[in-house]
């Protein structure tokens, strides 16, 4: 069996192939590619075929990652503020996919008050990773994560809003963080976060 870099490379080449080619045999040719790199898709990570082969028919043009956002909010007593997912219960930091048209702060700064109900600040850019590094549950997309470190503005606001996307937020301490949604993030990728928001001399954490 192929692994998800390989077929996410099979996916690169069918996708250029259709973008670029001007001959309508390869076009078939790449189309067929594509199918057949969705159903080991759908293998790989326990979706339905017809579910991946649709998804991946709408991308256009070459193919890059997909960027995901995500913030690190952190109170007066160190504790991260974190937001309960609606699709698997379980907990991560306010975020979620780049916006065409919006900024990476824009995005930190609107997830968080979507999601959470409060107003912060992005301040600094504290890590860009590749999700396919990473022990994240298989996932259909190559991913760039983006963890932007935020400050409060103001009051802290009240709290959690109704939304489609989340059911809760609060704030944790790193020593007893709750379950995680560990295909948004890892529990040492929050811990790594905080320490890295605590201490701009680490710079900056990239893949």
């Given at each position: ?13 069918a ?61 007066a007593?160190g ?18 996919w ?7 702060r ?23 990773l ?19 470190y ?58």
């Amino acid at each position: 069996m192929p692994t998800l870099a390989q077929l996410r490379e099979l996916q690169s080449i069918a996708q250029a192939g259709l973008t670029y080619t001007r001959d309508d045999y390869d076009r078939d040719r790449y189309a067929r590619l594509l199918v057949l790199t969705g159903e080991l898709l759908a293998e790989q990570t326990g979706q339905e075929a017809a579910t991946v082969s649709g998804l991946l028919s709408v991308e256009q043009g070459y193919l890059t990652p997909k960027v995901d956002v995500r913030a690190v909010v952190l109170n007066a007593a160190g504790e991260v503020l974190l937001t309960r997912e609606r699709a698997d219960g379980r907990w991560s930091l306010p975020g979620g996919w780049a916006d065409p048209g919006e900024s990476p702060r824009e995005i930190a700064v609107r997830e968080v008050r979507e999601e959470t109900g409060r107003e912060v600040r992005a301040v600094r850019l504290l890590a860009v990773l590749d999700k396919g590094k990473h022990p994240h549950p298989a996932d259909l997309w190559a991913v760039y994560k983006l963890f932007l470190y935020c400050d409060l503005v103001g009051t802290e606001g009240a709290g959690h809003v109704a939304n489609t996307e989340t059911t809760d937020s609060g704030w944790f301490p790193l020593d007893a963080l709750p379950p995680l949604s560990l295909g948004r993030n890892l529990p040492e990728q929050v811990r790594r976060a905080v320490a890295l928001a605590h201490d701009p001399a680490l710079g900056v954490d990239v893949d």
